[in-house]
């Protein structure tokens, strides 16, 4: 369905053929009326459905009703309990109307990890479900900086500072009140030294104006911030001074500019609530990148290879998390970014991902037997 972001999205998609629909009306309806003409037409055998609580899947319901054709759905951490809580009475009445119904005549439910099958079993679903994580593209410019372009924060920051990268939607349950109250408390702390050197840039698109709020938040604490759209040739005019921003506003990145930031930058931080699983992780792995994450991320193969450093969603545990981020000797950071490129290598490029998947396609529409990562039970 079609948004701002909408060439952006489906250049990354290409050499398939990927059409996009509008929205009509409520945005948090995602109603289009040329959906369904699109199905129809199609003739498909098979649905996959990703998300809920909206017209696609009224609509896929309809379309199993009416075809008998089986479809999948990816819930994508929206069983989650953490993303239950939100806007519950509204998900209540979705589920009455149609959504509950939805769940129940799919084929195979797609969880991301095991956590997100325990919330689909706990959510009361029997369906068969299908554990298969994320899969990534390994980087085409390899791991070296100047292979991938400038970065964003090219030229405004001091030479010889670090970059913490936070890519990820703009959203309250990424964490970032959190963690930027963090980065204000480490002014007090030991590894205040060890912190100057450090700027976080915070890329990515804003939803419902929490980046405006993260702002007045930076004012308060009395973090120096700049958002390089707006002020890229104050920043660089002025980036000798003391107030030089601690904290860079990015902006979404896409394509060759989303690798530069990856690329460019010295480690990477998602400090979720929750989490289905988080694609930006696996790419920050895949540039050879030292993680820090959340348990919520539901990327424990990521703290067991020694390639994440673990966090809590709160302010303290934050806290102590850049404390310990930034005491690490620098080969020390080269071996967790080494730890996650092999994870990304071995367990989430996309040759196996999609191997997995269509396995899970073929036994859906009768193609022998079950696969590995179909769970009955």
């Not at 939805?102 to 079993?121: D, G, M, N, P």
């Not at 060890?194 to 929490?210: F, I, P, T």
């Not at 005491?327 to 092999?342: E, K, T, V």
């Amino acid at each position: 369905m079609q948004d701002e972001f909408t060439e952006e999205d489906i250049s990354q998609w290409r050499p398939l053929q990927v059409q996009a629909l509008p929205v009509r009306g409520p945005r948090s309806l995602g109603f289009s009326s040329g959906l369904k003409a699109a199905l129809v037409q199609g003739q498909y055998d098979l649905l996959h459905v990703h998300g809920l609580w909206q017209y696609p899947s009224w609509l896929a319901l309809s379309w199993h009703g009416q075809t008998g054709r089986p479809h999948i759905i990816s819930p994508r951490g929206m069983l989650d309990k953490w993303a239950l809580r939100n806007s519950r009475w509204k998900k209540r009445v979705a589920g009455w109307l149609f959504e509950n119904e939805h769940l129940r005549q799919a084929a195979c439910i797609h969880a991301l990890c095991e956590v997100e099958a325990h919330a689909i079993r706990d959510f009361g679903l029997k369906n068969p479900i299908a554990i298969i994580p994320n899969g990534i593209d390994m980087p085409e410019c390899g791991m070296r900086n100047a292979e991938c372009g400038n970065p964003p924060w090219n030229g405004l920051i001091e030479p010889g500072r670090k970059v913490l990268l936070f890519l990820s939607r703009i959203h309250p349950k990424k964490g970032l009140v959190n963690l930027l109250k963090a980065w204000a408390a480490l002014e007090k702390s030991e590894v205040r030294s060890q912190k100057s050197e450090w700027v976080l840039a915070v890329a990515g698109w804003d939803q419902g104006g929490h980046e405006a709020e993260l702002k007045q938040l930076c004012t308060e604490l009395q973090i120096s911030f700049a958002d390089i759209r707006e002020n890229k040739s104050e920043i660089g005019n002025r980036k000798s001074e003391m107030a030089a921003p601690s904290v860079l506003f990015l902006g979404p990145q896409f394509n060759e500019a989303k690798a530069a930031c990856y690329a460019n930058c010295d480690a990477f931080i998602l400090p979720s609530f929750s989490e289905g699983l988080p694609m930006v992780v696996l790419e920050a792995w895949a540039y050879g990148k030292p993680v820090l994450m959340t348990p919520e991320c539901n990327l424990p193969e990521g703290f067991a290879a020694n390639a994440a450093l673990r966090i809590g969603p709160s302010a303290e545990s934050i806290t102590q998390g850049l404390e310990d981020l930034f005491r690490l000797p620098s080969p020390d950071l080269r071996a967790l970014g080494a730890n996650g490129h092999r994870l990304a290598c071995e367990r989430f490029a996309w040759p196996k991902i999609a191997s997995d998947m269509k396995s899970v396609y073929e036994w859906v529409l009768g193609g022998g037997s079950k696969p590995d990562a179909v769970v009955l039970e």
